[in-house]
């Protein structure tokens, strides 16, 4: 994981802890729940991807059969809530996608366990509000789905789903995408209360910040990154001005590195930025050329990320 991605993994549970108990505001916020929801959803999927990833790293194999008992421990509970709902309704074709037995689900191999484990959770939640008095609960069925990630990830890398052992370290990078951009979303309904909610607003921009710590003198880092990929693009030219009626605004050191190349991994660096907005472009030949603009406070070491689509 990189130091970026941890910024945006810790900025997304700051934001979430933030925005919890500001419903009142939110709710005014049209569009607000399905994004801040998808944020929801993903960051528990980005915890076990990132934990998977460090079990990759060291070679920890053998926490597989407790995540593959802790799968078939959930799901037939959920099965057992609702053979129970379905015979007291007499939904045939619900008992029919939901009945699986213990036994079934121990003899499956790895592979077909998640598939029957997944249709076991789709069937559910196609009917939760109805499974609710039964004790099947949304919650019940996300912590099954984050068992079933993270067990097919743990999954010999042999098995047909997988096609190289860089499994954990792309669902972090597409995770890590699905964040900014409900964030992004969010950033653009949060300017509808900027002059009603002066104090909720100023809040948010600080808790939104992806910071980078550790970085000692630098003020910068723009990651080009390439939009279907989320692999890094190098020499990029990334040319850096402050944003209109801020020229004055840029240190001479920054000055003189106005325009600079990505390296290897897609990344560049500014040192020395003094407060203020800055827009940033990135061009390469064959990339459509993307335009961001970004804020540097307190001389704190920010990360951009901007995404640039082929052409």
């Given amino acids: ?54 079990a990759d790293k060291s070679g920890d194999t053998n926490n597989k059969k407790l995540l593959r008992t802790t799968l078939i421990t959930q799901s037939m509970d959920i099965v057992r809530r609702g053979v129970a709902y379905g015979t007291n309704v007499n939904n045939s074709a619900f008992l029919a996608l939901i009945g699986y037995s213990e036994s079934e689900l121990n003899k499956a191999s790895d592979t077909k366990l998640v598939g029957i484990c997944q249709v076991i959770h789709d069937t ?31 999954i010999p890398k042999d098995r047909v789903d997988v096609t190289d052992s860089g499994a954990a370290t792309k669902l972090i990078a597409t995770y ?5 951009t409900n964030w992004e979303k969010i950033d653009t309904l949060v300017e509808i209360v900027k002059t009603t909610q002066v104090g909720f607003y100023d809040e948010y921009h600080k808790v939104r910040k992806v ?5 000692g003198s630098l003020s910068l880092k723009v ?3 390439e939009t279907v990929s989320g692999n890094g693009i190098a020499n990029v030219s990334i040319s850096i001005a402050p944003a209109s009626g801020q020229m004055k605004a840029m240190s001479v050191q920054s000055k003189k590195a106005e325009v600079q190349k990505t390296a290897s991994g897609g990344g560049t660096h500014y040192k020395s930025l003094v407060d203020g907005d800055y827009i940033v472009t990135a061009t390469k030949p064959g990339f459509k050329d993307a335009i961001m603009t970004i804020s540097v406070v307190n001389g704190e070491y920010t990360v951009l990320e901007i995404p640039m689509e082929k052409a």
């Fill in 1 to 54: 994981m990189t130091g970026y991605q941890e910024g945006v993994n810790k900025m997304s549970n700051a934001g979430v802890s933030f925005l919890v108990p500001n419903t009142t505001i939110t709710a005014t916020l049209p569009g607000f729940s399905p994004y801040f929801t998808a944020i929801q959803t993903t960051l528990p999927l980005l915890q076990i991807a990132i934990a998977q990833q460090e």
């Fill in 124 to 154: 559910a939640n196609g009917q939760v509000t109805n499974l609710t008095t039964y004790g099947i609960t949304v919650a019940i069925l996300t912590a099954q789905q984050t068992s079933i990630t993270n067990f097919n990830l743990a």
């Fill in 176 to 180: 890590i995408k699905t964040l900014l």
């Fill in 211 to 215: 910071i980078d710590t550790g970085a």
């Fill in 223 to 225: 990651q080009a990154t």
